[in-house]
């Protein structure tokens, strides 16, 4: 059983940024595959970005392509995403979430999801 905790989110301006981590408990982190989806409210959850486990390959939504950057620390069991340049319809609830496969991009392929930090960017 792996443990998801995001954090990092917050009330930030338009054109503003923020870091947000994905912290593990339970297994390795390096295990798995790691992705980072949003919802925001009255949409469905989306993909945003994902990881391999070691941290050699990354691929992303092509809305968020150029602003957002998805990062991974297997010493530290964490993961981050580094989101720049942000715009009111980057508002909603980021989670992250765990795939014992290669790289991902379905709701449905993953196995393990944190409970969601909320982000709202203000125009």
């Known amino acids: 059983q792996v443990q998801l905790v995001e954090s990092g989110g917050g009330l930030v301006q338009a054109g503003g940024s923020l870091r947000l981590s994905c912290a593990a408990d339970g297994r390795t982190l390096s295990s798995y595959a790691m992705a980072w989806f949003r919802q925001a409210p009255g949409k469905e959850r989306e993909f945003v970005a994902v990881?391999?486990?070691?941290?050699?390959?990354?691929y992303y939504a092509d809305s968020v392509k150029g602003r957002f950057t998805i990062s991974r620390d297997n010493a530290k069991n964490t993961v981050y995403l580094q989101i720049n340049s942000l715009k009111s319809e980057d508002t909603a609830v980021y989670y992250c979430?765990?795939?014992?496969?290669?790289?991902?991009?379905?709701?449905?392929?993953?196995?393990?999801w944190g409970q969601g930090t909320q982000v709202t960017v203000s125009s």
């Open positions: 990881i391999s486990r070691s941290g050699a390959s990354t």
């Open positions: 979430a765990a795939s014992s496969g290669l790289l991902p991009s379905l709701r449905r392929d993953f196995d393990y």
